[in-house]
């Protein structure tokens, strides 16, 4: 159905701290309230919610109605209604306990509700249910980005991407979670593939562009940001998911980074 997607702010209230991924030691850097920004940063695996990628012995008459439920859970949750998309999604796992995508769809609006617990806890069932649902793998990432468990968001992103290598959202899963580490050449390399996968370009150059910035290359921030708003401002935003949302914050980056310009 969450590129997990902005920081709102540009003060920046930095920290650091010592962390593994696949046992080398970097250092990350904390950004303040990232647990909360990342419900927002991370793209997610799904917009609408899933379709079944495992076999169920359904009639046609009962899959159309399988979509229409998954279509009312959805609507529910974009009018922030969880309650509602959360008891639908249980009667639909209750009529079919053995599908993986119902119990994803249902840990992804547990986890836009900040329900964590329960969010982690249907991941899991789906990944137990189906080990090959890479869409799984990476919302329980995302669970572990907000968590600031971001070693293990990495490994899961990685799976992700195992099972599926044109999974455009997990390689800038895992190019923003590598950032957050400071490991910022390992993030332009996974933003370099994504770009090649030819969506989601505008997101991509963003968050690429905000690499550039944290490492200190403005003239190649600069030219991500532009790229980026360019696309956004040759579209109609209002029919683009999240493209206004994008565009301010890629304005507020561009801003930031010329502010010391005008000082």
Request: hydrophobic letters at 35%; one cysteine or more; charged letters at 20%.
């Amino acid at each position: 159905m969450n590129a997990r997607t902005f920081a709102h702010r540009q003060n920046r209230t930095q920290a650091h701290c010592r962390t593994t991924v696949q046992g080398i030691q970097v250092v990350c850097e904390k950004e303040h309230q990232l647990a909360e920004k990342r419900q927002q940063m991370q793209q997610p695996s799904i917009n609408p919610l899933e379709s079944t990628t495992e076999p169920m012995l359904i009639s046609s008459q009962q899959e159309q109605e399988l979509l229409i439920r998954r279509s009312q859970a959805k609507e529910a949750a974009q009018r922030g209604q969880y309650t509602e998309a959360i008891e639908i999604l249980s009667k639909l796992i209750s009529c079919h306990p053995e599908s993986a995508s119902e119990y994803n769809n249902r840990g992804l609006i547990y986890f836009q509700s900040g329900q964590m617990d329960e969010a982690i806890a249907d991941y899991n069932k789906a990944i137990q249910l189906n080990p090959g649902l890479a869409s799984a793998y990476n919302n329980r990432a995302n669970y572990y980005a907000a968590q600031q468990k971001l070693a293990a968001a990495v490994v899961n992103y990685g799976k992700a991407i195992d099972l599926n290598p044109v999974y455009i959202r997990a390689w800038i899963n895992r190019g923003i979670t590598f950032r957050d580490l400071g490991m910022y050449e390992q993030a332009i390399e996974n933003f370099d593939c994504a770009l090649r996968l030819g969506t989601l370009k505008a997101n991509i150059w963003a968050e690429r562009g905000r690499t550039y910035h944290l490492m200190g290359d403005w003239n190649l921030a600069m030219a991500d940001y532009g790229r980026a708003l360019n696309q956004l401002r040759s579209v109609n935003v209002g029919q683009v998911e999240g493209a206004s949302r994008l565009q301010q914050r890629v304005e507020s980056w561009l801003d930031d980074l010329l502010k010391p310009l005008s000082a």
